[in-house]
């Protein structure tokens, strides 16, 4: 198994849990939040979808799915089109509403797009560092690893959410 085929696996089972996450699911019960500043179902698969996208195609040299296929016209938020949801206040998360069919396609696009990118990458490419913008400089390798575990993170916390409402 090389390095770019773990890297497939996990984010195969990113793009399993976050269409299990909204699979079924009413507009209302996706928008629901259980208290006033937390997240909704549909703001964390939609911020899962949006943070793999954008660091996928940064780290690709690419165009966000999210602009090149259109998904950005398809949700129609009401909030900056290149926002990714990274500190977003309540108001902002409040606005994130969509249905399930559509977080989950926009999700499977990115992650189309992601797996795309990851077949090209050879094991010496996970060393070339990326973003000068930390300190350390961030590696490829290291790049991946976080959007795989921040997504991770969040289509659990989706989950968690979804058996909150007994769904």
Known sequence: ?????????????????????????????????????????????????????????????????????????????????TDHGYGHTSEQVGKVQAPAGLLADYLRATHDATVGYLRTVTEADLDEIIDRHWDPPVTRGVRLVSIADDDAQHVGQAAYLRGLLGA
């Open 1 to 81: 198994m090389t390095p770019a085929d773990v890297f497939i696996d996990f984010f195969e089972r990113i793009l399993e849990n976050g269409v299990a996450a909204v699979d079924g699911l009413t507009d209302e019960q996706l928008a629901h939040r259980v208290s006033p500043d937390a997240n909704s179902i549909a703001w964390l698969v939609w911020h899962t979808a949006r943070v793999q996208d954008a660091q996928i195609a940064h780290a690709a040299g690419t165009e966000e799915v999210w602009f090149t296929q259109g998904w950005v016209d398809r949700f129609g938020l009401d909030i900056d089109p």
